[in-house]
């Protein structure tokens, strides 16, 4: 069934959905214990894999219903394939997977990733072969992209052999630079200049809107789980204190993307026509939100182990100072969200705030010297910060906020008269 202009998102996309979720607490469980820069640079790499998996998924549902045919069967295989290759990731500090004496072992551990994701592509271009039935722009991108997702999954297979050579040092090198070519090759297929197909840029936009909502539903899970909440659990008062400052700050991040810039950029995007959309789509949604949802992620790491250090040391006394790396992930993290957000904000609505300009330079001056400063205080000042530059942003922009809530108030206001008198008359 081919989608159409109005399409909404389908309650069926949100619980594919649902895997990431799954995937996002896995890769920060997985590496939050020992983090090192070659961790945050595999973090990105596989994010980047699971997000071109999760672009693609989204294009196709553009394309395509979700929810009528064939696609459900075709959905749920992909999600289970996921779960699959991100449950068996190890550890950015454990061994590759041995098998156990005596167990049969159908795919050996390095290879399992590399197999789920080239089993995901081949369903994903089967699909997108499908919908260039309703859509023959769509073929010449099937055929286009058939020798560069095949490179790059060989590539990934390379990769997999790395840990079986016994390489002590060079082996995360090149493991590393194997992927990153890996990643690379296959964001070729993105970076095209050719259409995009996008079809329903309200089912679109509300997509990675709701991927972002799932980063930040990440990131207070590992506040959560970083603080030791649970029931009964006692709360000094510096962790009570802290989990309330990393409270504001996801709130803050949140408001900065969902009050105003998420919904200018779905009106500049309807707008839009033609391949103009498509590159729009391209640039501000699949390129752009990638490194939003990094900074997330680092955000979640951050706090996490910055939450744990203040309840551990809370408890117990000890005053030795935080892994100076969980703190500059909790800065970058936060940086690196600003100034993609303020890239997304130039893409589409064609300007840039200074109110999110002057906190993204602060926390840039501060990342090579936060080691410093202590965690709490740390944790405060980026809060402090970021709250101060998002409230200063609401409060410049007020005529256009305010005109862009009208303006949203009466659309859907019409929306729902329209539906209402589409069921009066058929119903």
Known sequence: MPAAPGMKVSRLELFYDLVFVFAFIHVTTASVEDLQPFGLVAIFLLLSVLWLVWSRFALLGNNLRADWGIMPIHGFTIMAIVFIAVATLPGLGDEPPQAQPGVPQVIPGEFIFPTCYLLIWLLEAAALRVAARTHPELLGTWWRDTPVLAAST??????????????????????LLLWTLGVGVAYLTTVRLEPFAVVSAGHWTERHAQIVLIGFGEALLSLGLGSGASIGAPGTVPVITA???GIALICAM?????????????????????????????????????????????????????????????????????????????????LLYLVALSAFQLRTVRSVTASLAVPALLLAALLPVVDRIPAFAALLLLTVITVTGVAADSQRSGVWRHHLREHRLAEQQALERRESDWRRRHG
């Open 243 to 245: 989990t309330l400052l």
């Open 254 to 334: 949140w408001w900065a993307y969902f009050d105003t810039r998420s919904y200018a950029a779905e009106q500049v995007l309807h707008h839009t026509h033609g391949v103009r959309r498509d590159r729009l789509a391209r640039d501000a949604y699949t390129l752009l939100h990638l490194p939003m949802l990094f900074g997330i992620i680092l955000l979640s790491l951050g706090l996490k182990q910055t939450l744990a250090f203040l309840a551990g040391a809370s408890s117990t006394g000890d005053d030795a100072p935080l892994e100076p790396i969980h703190l500059r992930a909790l800065y970058g993290g936060v």
């Open 154 to 175: 060989a590539l990934l297979f390379v990769a997999a052999v790395v840990p079986l050579l016994g390489w002590p040092g060079e082996g995360v090198v090149t493991l």
